[in-house]
């Protein structure tokens, strides 16, 4: 097992750090307006933030190549922009990573959120913190463990994505061959050996992180009011 090439585990770990760091910049406000709201529109919202748990992985991918595609509606100003594409790109990745994700850490986020409440934001406001005080200060605390959960699953389904990134970054070394895909040559090659470690490697540690996910949320429990 010497030869076995780690590039596409230390790429994986790269990815999902990435994504999930990205997607809690841009879901944490997704969540909280989702929790609060009452807009008529929320559920068509709800909806699309939840597609990637019901379409295949290859529809998405194909939709995002389209989109990507140096002549895309995305691509395109991107392309422009950086000089370079977006397609089979590492870029490319964390892009479509943060879309297929995205249910992953919203959703947990938007049951703390709705399970913490406005009572402590009201108190806060009673107190003199602003909206922005009061959400650091009260909101994330009590909501600690939508953020743990958030991170875990969000972080651990980038690790095994397959279709989604096949379709947008292809398999180049060093820079889009991430270890599913590293899995799927091993076997396409008739390389058992390695592909069992790669795949053993992955499946403990799914397991691991589903078992700290339940261990956190008994741990931390979300106060609500």
């Known amino acids: ?14 990815l999902a750090a990435v994504t999930v760091a990205l997607l809690l910049l841009v879901g944490t406000p997704l969540a909280w307006w989702l929790a609060h709201t009452r807009t008529r529109i929320k ?30 509606m995305l691509g395109g100003p991107w392309l422009r922009l950086t000089g370079e594409t977006l397609t089979f790109s590492f870029s490319g ?28 934001l009201e108190a806060a406001a009673v107190l003199g913190a602003r909206p922005l005080d009061a959400f650091f200060s009260v909101a994330s605390p009590l909501a600690l463990r939508g953020y743990i959960t958030a991170i875990v699953l969000g972080f651990a389904h980038t ?22 895909i590293a899995i799927y040559e091993q076997v396409e090659t008739l390389n058992f050996a390695q592909a069992h470690v790669l795949s053993a490697g992955l499946l ?14 008994r741990r931390f429990p979300v106060q609500a009011t």
């Open 93 to 120: 990745l964390v892009l479509a990573s943060m879309i297929y994700s995205l249910p992953f850490v919203v959703q947990p986020l938007q049951g703390a959120f709705e399970a913490v409440g406005r009572a402590p």
């Open 159 to 180: 690790l095994g994505e397959f279709g989604v990134v096949l379709m947008v970054g292809g398999n180049i070394p060093g820079r889009t061959r991430v270890i599913s």
């Open 43 to 72: 559920p068509l919202i709800e909806a699309l933030t939840a597609l990637p748990l019901v379409l295949p992985p290859t529809v998405i991918g194909f939709y995002l190549l389209v989109l990507f595609a140096p002549a895309g």
């Open 1 to 14: 097992m010497s030869d076995l090439d780690l590039g596409p585990v230390w790429l994986t770990l790269r």
């Open 204 to 217: 403990l540690f799914s397991f691991a992180v589903l078992v700290l996910v339940y261990t956190l949320n």
